[in-house]
């Protein structure tokens, strides 16, 4: 029971990633900077309709089997999207990528200038004021940031809050 | 709730209790930039077993029972994963409370850049990284280690393989 119960998450969640893969993988050519709503759209649309499928096919178990299933479903998915967004925002894992194929290494302030492709640091962070923005968490204006707006505003204090429960203040 | 309801969900929240506190008290008590995610998972670890053993205490050790806590608990476990990600190395976040702070709530976009490209974040991490054996710092110099290379190549692979581009 448990075994066939794992193969049914398992499959689920291959499908789902084999889902937004190859939607990713056959839009690849034609991706425009607004691209992301549609794959959010997708994954929004595909991760319901996944533990609803887990659900409807584990009739035959114990209840809390069944939510158990639909809990791993779901960490499963959150794993995917985590890893995604490491892949595609990692800070760190961008460093080392820039190092890759320089032998003799490279100085800290070569590295900071030349972050990401040549974008720079301050290319980096123009890019992550734009998603706030986009992400409507900021008021971007022209060459003005701020204020927060209401959502924005709770991100902000809760983060923060947290930063200093785990006295982490000088990170990010 | 019913008696096997209460099984689960008491050891669940009794392993996650005990991951938050711990987790809290160890930081707070030592406080570091590094984020320290190896202990926080053998925490994790930690808080999952204590659930398995009050589960154990409760129903007995049964198969379907232990299996839906093991599972709920993968998903709490990696919310809080999740959540702390964001917490301890996140950019935006960072952004997000320089301008909380700030006086009349708006600040010029190169002010904020220009503060945080001073400050020393970005040595931060170029240290953990070193800590962890990713790098090697010569003077003023930083070159990956082979175990570096290795990562740098998987991280290329699986981004490939998940059609996506490693931007930063």
């Not at chain 1, 505003?153 to 983060?159: D, E, I, L, N, Q």
Request: charged share 15%; proline share 4%; aromatic share 6%.
């Amino acid at each position: 029971m448990i075994l066939s119960t794992f193969s049914v998450v398992a499959v689920s969640l291959a499908g789902l990633v084999l889902l937004h893969v190859g939607y990713l993988a056959c839009t690849r050519p034609i991706r425009t900077s607004a691209s992301w709503r549609a794959s959010a759209a997708l994954l929004a649309v595909s991760i319901p309709a996944g533990s609803w499928l887990v659900w409807a096919s584990l009739e035959w178990i114990p209840a809390s089997l069944r939510v158990g299933a639909v809990c791993l479903f779901l960490a499963g998915c959150l794993v995917y999207l985590e890893l995604r967004s490491v892949l595609s925002r990692g800070y760190s894992l961008r460093i080392m990528l820039d190092l890759t194929g320089r032998d003799m290494g490279e100085t800290l302030e070569r590295l900071r200038f030349d972050y990401g492709n040549g974008v720079g640091v301050r290319g980096l962070l123009v890019r992550r004021l734009k998603t706030l923005a986009r992400l409507r968490l900021v008021h971007l204006d022209g060459h003005q940031i701020g204020p927060l707006t209401p959502l924005g505003r709770v991100v902000a204090v809760t983060g923060s809050a947290l930063r200093q429960a785990l006295r982490m203040e000088g990170v990010g | 709730m019913e008696p096997r309801s209460l099984s689960i969900a008491l050891p669940v929240l009794t392993g996650m209790a005990a991951l938050v506190i711990l987790h809290v008290a160890i930081w707070r008590m030592s406080p570091s930039p590094d984020p320290r995610v190896g202990l926080l998972g053998r925490l994790a670890l930690g808080g999952v077993g204590l659930s398995v053993l009050a589960n154990g205490f409760l129903a007995g050790f049964n198969g379907p029972d232990l299996c839906a806590v093991l599972w709920i608990d993968a998903l709490a476990v990696t919310c809080y994963f999740f959540v702390y990600a964001g917490v301890a190395r996140s950019v935006s976040m960072t952004l997000l409370s320089r301008l909380l702070r700030c006086q009349g709530g708006s600040l010029d976009v190169e002010t904020l850049v220009n503060e945080y490209a001073a400050s020393a974040r970005f040595e931060d991490r170029v240290e953990v990284m070193r800590r962890i054996g990713l790098v090697r710092v010569a003077g003023k110099t930083v070159a990956l280690t082979p175990k570096g290379v290795a990562v740098s190549r998987g991280v290329r692979m699986l981004s490939t393989l998940m059609c996506s581009d490693v931007r930063g």
